[in-house]
């Protein structure tokens, strides 16, 4: 599965779960950190943990596990880090005040079809 791929999943997965506001930047050409970011925000603290949850078991599923993750314990933001992906879980106020839609202006927002499989993803 390529970075584009495993992004394109990660979203359906949290859009299946029922989060809010899902976003996938591609910021490949503005940083080395990463090819794309994921955004997410789920209703409460118990919501941002069940998305994340269900992120990691789901992509497990498919031999996909994450390098690190951070964030548990606070719940407010929780961080799945894929290497080529990295996966942000937001409790809407985090998700307001870190602001990465802001921070990351210059990336490219992907059209992801949230409906499909996990293989199909177009760029605008």
């Known amino acids: ?5 495993l992004a394109t999943r990660l979203a359906q997965v949290l859009d299946k779960k029922k989060a809010t506001e899902v976003k996938v930047l591609k910021v490949r050409d503005l940083t080395v ?5 994921v955004i997410a925000s ?3 603290s118990t919501q941002v943990k069940a998305l994340a949850e269900e992120a990691e078991f789901q992509l497990e599923q498919q031999g996909a596990k994450p390098l ?3 964030g548990y314990d606070s719940k407010s933001w929780i961080l799945l ?3 080529t992906v990295i996966v942000h879980v937001f409790y809407p106020e985090a998700r307001d005040f870190y602001d990465l839609e802001h921070l ?8 992801v079809d949230l409906e499909a499989g996990g293989d199909e ?3 605008q």
């Open 1 to 5: 599965m390529d970075s584009l791929q």
């Open 33 to 37: 950190l990463t090819d794309y970011f």
């Open 42 to 44: 789920g209703s409460s």
């Open 68 to 70: 690190r993750t951070e």
């Open 81 to 83: 880090d894929y290497g």
């Open 104 to 111: 990351w202006a210059d990336a490219e927002e992907c059209q």
């Open 121 to 123: 993803a177009a760029q």
